[in-house]
C-alpha cells in the first residue's frame, strides 16, 4: 500500500511526537510511596471512624441532603427569579383601564386644543365688539356688559374646577355651553346699532 503525500506527512509528525514524549519520560525512585500508602491503609482498618475520615456513608449522607436542599431551592429560586425579572402580570381589567386612561388622555388633549381655539376666536370676537361697550348707556347695553361680566366670572369658576379635576366631562359641557353664551352675548353687542332705538 502506498501512502500519499499527506499520509505520509501525518506519519512523519506522529514519529516526531512519539520520540518526543519519549524524550520527556523520566523515572526516578520513590522507596517510601508504597509504604506511606500501606500504612494509611492500616490506619483506616484499624480505626474506621476516624474523625480526620468520615466513613463512606457519612459522606453519602451529606451529599444526599446537599441534593435534597439543591432540589428544594432550585424551583423556589427560579419563581423569585422570574418573579423578580418579570414581575406580577397586570390582569385584563387594569390593562384596559390604562388603555381608557390613554385614550381619555388623547380625547382630552383634542378637546384642550379646540377649547383653545375657540377662546382665541371669543377673544378675537372681544377685541372686534370693545368700541361698542365703549359707546354711551343704552338699556340693551349696559344688559349686555352685565351679561358678560357674569359670564366671564363663570368662566373663571369653571376653570379653576377644571384645573382640580381635568377629566370631568359634565364640567367641560358646562363651560363649553358657558363659552357658546359669551359669543352669542359678543354677537348681539357687534350687531347693536345705537340708532334703532
Do not use: C
Not at 52 to 71: C, G, H, N, Y
Not at 120 to 132: F, N
Not at 152 to 177: M, S, V
Amino acid at each position: 500500500m502506498t501512502l500519499s503525500g499527506s499520509e505520509r506527512e501525518q506519519e512523519e509528525r506522529d514519529e516526531e511526537l512519539s520520540a518526543a514524549a519519549r524524550s520527556l519520560h523520566h523515572e526516578w525512585d520513590s522507596p517510601g510511596l508504597w509504604a506511606s500508602i500501606e500504612a494509611g491503609m492500616r490506619d483506616l482498618d484499624a480505626n474506621p471512624h476516624d474523625a480526620s475520615t468520615p466513613p463512606t456513608f457519612a459522606r453519602w449522607q451529606s451529599l444526599a441532603a446537599a441534593a435534597v436542599i439543591a432540589l428544594t431551592l432550585a424551583p423556589t429560586s427560579w419563581l423569585g427569579w422570574r418573579w423578580f425579572m418579570l414581575g406580577p402580570k397586570p390582569d385584563a381589567a387594569a390593562v384596559e383601564e390604562r388603555r381608557q386612561r390613554l385614550l381619555s388622555e388623547d380625547a382630552l388633549a383634542a378637546i384642550e386644543r379646540s377649547e383653545t381655539q375657540y377662546i382665541q376666536a371669543i377673544d378675537e370676537l372681544t377685541r372686534v365688539v370693545a368700541p361698542r361697550l365703549d359707546m354711551p348707556d343704552s338699556p340693551l347695553l349696559v344688559n349686555l356688559r352685565e351679561r358678560l361680566e357674569i359670564i366671564d366670572a363663570a368662566i373663571t369658576e369653571y376653570r379653576a374646577e377644571i384645573a382640580r379635576n381635568r377629566f370631568n366631562a359634565h364640567l367641560r359641557r358646562q363651560l363649553l355651553w358657558i363659552y357658546q353664551e359669551k359669543r352669542h352675548t359678543l354677537e348681539q353687542i357687534q350687531e347693536y346699532a345705537p340708532d334703532a332705538l
